[in-house]
């Protein structure tokens, strides 16, 4: 076996043991979209068509909730941008790391560019080179996953009457905690999760949902962008220069 072969096939198992956590959460939360979009009355065709081309759980609640109560089609719209608004940071975010993939990779990668691909990515990024192979064998994992579970959702979730009965309700709460915890070690990331979870609570009593999340992660976004870079800037080269020395 080649050295590719081996790297190769390296990449592919880590990028399996870091998704298989993940997995285990989609499974529950697709079933609850799936359950919940049976109940309002979607097929089985529009529930894995509705997941397969929007692919964020989150907003396909978020819209079946508004369906669900005759929202008009603006207000809909309006609320699945306001919730994929964050998508666009996460676009800005890992381009940094996929400069070298080809054209066309690239736009694939950011269609599987949900919450857990931008953590994991970042975090791959982080240590070593975020290649195609991790990459796509992580995002394809959570898509296939994410399609599965909706069908078993949509199959056999009419069998559960009241989901926060068994807690599958807080299922999506406890996963963006889990996320965004991921980075709790950076230097910023007090400053920046307090300004977004004070922005967020603060809109969201006044203004309402789902606003909070987007004046939230602006307001992250905001501190994020004041704060000073400098001594992240005069680390790296400290720790270069101890590199050189080292080498000479």
Same mark, same amino acid.
């Given at each position: 076996? +080649?050295?590719?072969?081996?790297?190769?096939?390296?990449?592919?198992?880590? /990028?399996?043991?870091?998704?298989?956590?993940?997995?285990?959460?989609?499974?529950?939360?697709?079933?609850?979209?799936? %359950?919940? /979009?049976?109940?309002?009355?979607?097929?089985?065709?529009?529930?894995?068509?509705? !997941?397969? !081309?929007?692919?964020?759980?989150?907003?396909?609640?978020?819209? *079946?909730? *508004?369906?669900?109560?005759?929202?008009?089609?603006?207000?809909?719209?309006?609320?699945?941008?306001?919730?994929?608004?964050?998508?666009?940071?996460?676009?800005?975010?890992?381009?940094?790391?996929?400069?070298?993939?080809?054209?066309? /990779?690239?736009?694939?990668?950011?269609?599987?560019? #949900?919450?857990?691909?931008?953590?994991? $990515?970042?975090?791959?990024?982080?240590?070593?080179?975020?290649?195609?192979?991790?990459?796509?064998?992580?995002?394809?994992?959570?898509? #296939?996953?994410?399609?599965?579970?909706?069908?078993?959702?949509?199959?056999?979730? +009419?069998?559960?009457?009241?989901?926060?009965?068994?807690?599958?309700?807080?299922?999506?709460?406890?996963?963006?905690?889990?996320?965004?915890?991921?980075?709790?070690?950076?230097? %910023?990331?007090?400053? #920046?999760? !307090?300004?977004?979870?004070?922005?967020?609570? $603060?809109?969201?009593?006044?203004?309402?949902?789902?606003?909070?999340?987007?004046?939230?992660?602006?307001?992250?976004?905001?501190?994020?962008?004041?704060?000073?870079?400098?001594?992240?800037?005069?680390?790296?080269?400290?720790?270069?220069?101890?590199?050189?020395? %080292?080498? *000479?």
């Amino acid at each position: 076996m +080649s050295v590719d072969s081996k790297r190769s096939g390296a990449e592919m198992a880590t /990028a399996f043991k870091d998704v298989f956590p993940v997995l285990l959460a989609i499974v529950p939360f697709g079933m609850v979209y799936g %359950t919940v /979009a049976a109940g309002d009355g979607l097929d089985m065709l529009q529930i894995v068509g509705f !997941s397969a !081309s929007v692919f964020a759980g989150a907003s396909q609640l978020a819209a *079946l909730q *508004l369906i669900g109560i005759g929202a008009p089609v603006w207000s809909v719209l309006l609320t699945v941008l306001a919730l994929n608004f964050r998508h666009i940071l996460y676009s800005a975010s890992v381009g940094r790391h996929i400069r070298h993939f080809p054209n066309a /990779a690239k736009g694939l990668a950011f269609f599987f560019l #949900v919450d857990p691909t931008f953590g994991a $990515a970042e975090a791959r990024a982080a240590r070593v080179e975020l290649t195609k192979r991790y990459y796509f064998v992580y995002g394809v994992s959570l898509y #296939v996953c994410w399609l599965a579970s909706s069908i078993l959702g949509g199959v056999f979730g +009419s069998f559960i009457e009241d989901p926060a009965v068994y807690g599958i309700d807080f299922v999506l709460p406890v996963y963006f905690l889990a996320l965004v915890m991921t980075f709790r070690t950076r230097r %910023t990331f007090w400053p #920046v999760a !307090s300004a977004s979870a004070i922005a967020s609570i $603060a809109i969201y009593w006044t203004v309402g949902p789902p606003w909070h999340v987007t004046f939230g992660a602006l307001a992250g976004v905001g501190v994020a962008a004041v704060m000073p870079v400098r001594n992240l800037a005069g680390t790296a080269v400290e720790a270069e220069a101890k590199a050189l020395e %080292t080498r *000479l």
